[in-house]
């Protein structure tokens, strides 16, 4: 992510995807930054728990320098978050690392390069594509085009091939040799969609505009003519029911139907 695209996410706008695009101290930055708000002071597990998704975050109970030393030993960046008016305690945050195909997750995929992809694949033990669950195949293709072939090492990078056009197409390559051939994973990132934003009670948080004004925004215009004469035509009219209105599917005269005056033929045979 962009500098200027950390800048401008707040507390109130991370959420579980966007907060892997995040570093330790950017999560002391926004905290600091948000301390007055009294909307996050009402909110503070529900931020907690965004942060966490992506971070581990540990509360330093005994605050001294050796207890400090060893949190920073372990990767850890130590500082102050406020949880209260009264209260502003020491931490210890540390992004969780993506290692194993089992630390992929839809919230996690789209914000690592496919270089770490595919360094991530290849640390599975050597088995390829096919020894990923088909769960894990489906994270990693949401956010990965991937291709894979298999073919003998004199074969894989023959001219005009697979490999030579899928490298020109701005694919990235891991081979993984499985004795006298090799299995070759084509991984390229699939280009970010923009999705329409579903409103949320938490996006209320934000929000400086009354009820009463979402209210008005979300009223259908109504045109001023509604009511005109020009839609009459549309309009139930019951002067307007005629016997044609009515009109059955028998244009046939009575006298045809061979009835007689109190009901039906006597000569009817039964």
Known sequence: MREKEKKALTLKTINKSNVWDLQENDIFRLWESAEKDADIKDNIRHFLDIIRSAFDVEEIIIDKPEVIKKYEARGYKVGTLRM???????WAIKKRPILRVTDLTYENIRHITTAKLLEVIDRNFGGG?????????????????ISTTTLPKERLRKPGGMYEKKVADGFEVL?????????????????????PHIKTDLDDLDDSDTDEEDDDMDMPEIPDDYNSDDDDDDV???DKMTEESYRTTFETDPEDLNFEAEGI??????
Do not use: C, V
């Open 236 to 238: 139930f009219d019951e």
């Open 175 to 195: 081979e993984i040799p499985k004795g006298m051939w090799i299995e070759a994973i084509f991984a390229k990132a699939k280009p970010q969609i923009e999705r």
């Open 84 to 90: 209260d008016d009264s209260t502003k305690n020491k």
């Open 265 to 270: 033929s006597d000569d009817y045979d039964e």
């Open 129 to 145: 594509w096919d020894s990923l669950s088909q769960s894990i195949q489906d994270i990693i293709e949401s956010g990965f085009d």
